[in-house]
């Protein structure tokens, strides 16, 4: 007998059915932003449990018992002309964080071999920087790529910032390019407040050209920076609207320095909760839990996945350190879940998981 916990939000609004909205997503349904809106608002710890279970079954449903691992490697750190205020590498803020240029080919093919060693499917190219342009740093990016993919090592993808022309997204397509990260971070109302050198608008624009390009679509966002619940369901829509692919899921590490160092860190069942609630409104794509999951949620990490997470980002973060992988690994295998996805490209699944 499933369990049929009636979710009442905290400000007026209708009830919903926590066991009705999860029926009807597995059965192919979606949930509307205002039912969406009344899970993101459940609050008692029976209700989100109950939200738990639920999208637990529906990871089972869509993604079984596999989970996609990814890593990333900073080809070119720190110095970032932007000032998103959660960001240590933006070249506004005094923090830690490592600079430096362009890092040699060898660097990324050894960053490919250990992800390969991890069981790691995709390395992900980062840069800190405003964006990519037609010229010289594309053409030598382009060449990274091929040789990462020509490597077999791993599957190539990227996070170079916003695209503003369609012939610098052909290229990177031409290059190899399978997968682009580009978050939109956090809701179109909320973006002023955490980046104000560029806008919401454009990170939109920049993922509009990739998907033209045919490049799947790595797009989330970050928890945790003070926007609203309502602000979470507004991210979670317009990813749905925008068709993507794989959906990282971060939550705010303050890091000193920037404007963000003493924000408040999410409670570990708000977080799980806001996981759940991106599983109901984006029932087939990848979610993947990347920044901030060691440090917000300490003991409860294992959670995620009966939360609905499907993917994990190992190894470490961009400025941050990361639990070892091999206790990433076990802690997959504990749960009778599959870390070792052997796949370099993207299934019929995730295509479908687009519309
Ligand atoms: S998040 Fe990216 S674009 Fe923003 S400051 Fe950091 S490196 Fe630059």
């Given at each position: 007998m499933l369990s049929t916990v009636n979710a009442k939000p905290v400000d007026a609004g209708p009830t919903v059915c926590i066991a009705e909205l999860g029926q009807r997503v597995l059965g192919g349904g979606e949930i509307t932003p205002a039912e969406g809106q009344c899970l993101f608002n459940l609050e008692s710890r029976e209700e989100i449990f109950d939200l738990l279970a639920w999208a637990n079954r529906i990871r089972e449903h869509f993604k079984g018992n596999k989970i996609h691992l990814c890593s990333i490697v900073n080809v070119k750190a720190g110095?970032?002309?932007?000032?998103?205020?959660?960001?240590?590498?933006?070249?506004?803020y005094e923090t830690n964080s490592p600079r430096h240029g362009l890092v040699k080919r060898e660097e990324v093919l050894a960053a490919a071999r250990e992800a390969k060693s991890n069981g790691v499917t995709a390395l992900g190219l980062v840069a800190a920087w405003r964006g990519l342009e037609e010229g010289p740093v594309l053409e030598q990016i382009c060449r990274e790529l091929e040789e990462l993919k020509q490597s077999g090592q791993a599957r190539p993808d990227a996070s170079l910032g916003m695209i503003k022309n369609q012939k610098v997204a052909d290229r990177l397509r031409q290059s190899g390019l399978e997968c682009y990260n580009h978050n939109l971070e956090t809701s179109r109302r909320f973006f002023p407040q955490v980046c104000t050198t560029h806008t919401y608008e454009e990170r939109v624009q920049t993922i509009k050209h990739l998907k033209q390009a045919g490049i799947k679509i790595c797009s989330g966002g970050i928890l945790g920076?003070?926007?609203?619940r309502e602000d979470r369901c507004e991210l979670a829509f317009a990813l749905k609207a925008l068709g993507v692919h794989i959906v990282p899921m971060n939550f705010l590490n303050p890091i000193a320095?920037?404007?963000?160092?003493?924000r408040e860190p999410l409670p570990p069942l708000e977080i799980l909760k806001s996981i759940a609630c991106f599983r109901f409104i984006?029932?087939?794509?990848?979610i993947t839990v990347a920044g901030g999951r060691t440090v917000n949620l300490?003991?409860?990490?294992?959670l995620i996945f009966m939360a609905g997470a499907s993917g994990l980002m190992v190894g470490n973060y961009l400025t941050t350190l990361n639990q070892p992988v091999e206790k990433d690994l076990q802690m997959i295998k504990d749960l009778?879940?599959?870390?070792?996805?052997?796949?370099?490209g993207f299934s019929d699944q995730d295509d479908n998981g687009a519309n």
């Open positions: 110095g970032c002309s932007e000032n998103c205020r959660f960001c240590a590498q933006s070249a506004s920076m003070g926007e609203t320095g920037t404007p963000f160092a003493q984006l029932p087939k794509q990848e300490r003991d409860l990490q294992s009778g879940l599959d870390p070792n996805w052997d796949r370099h």
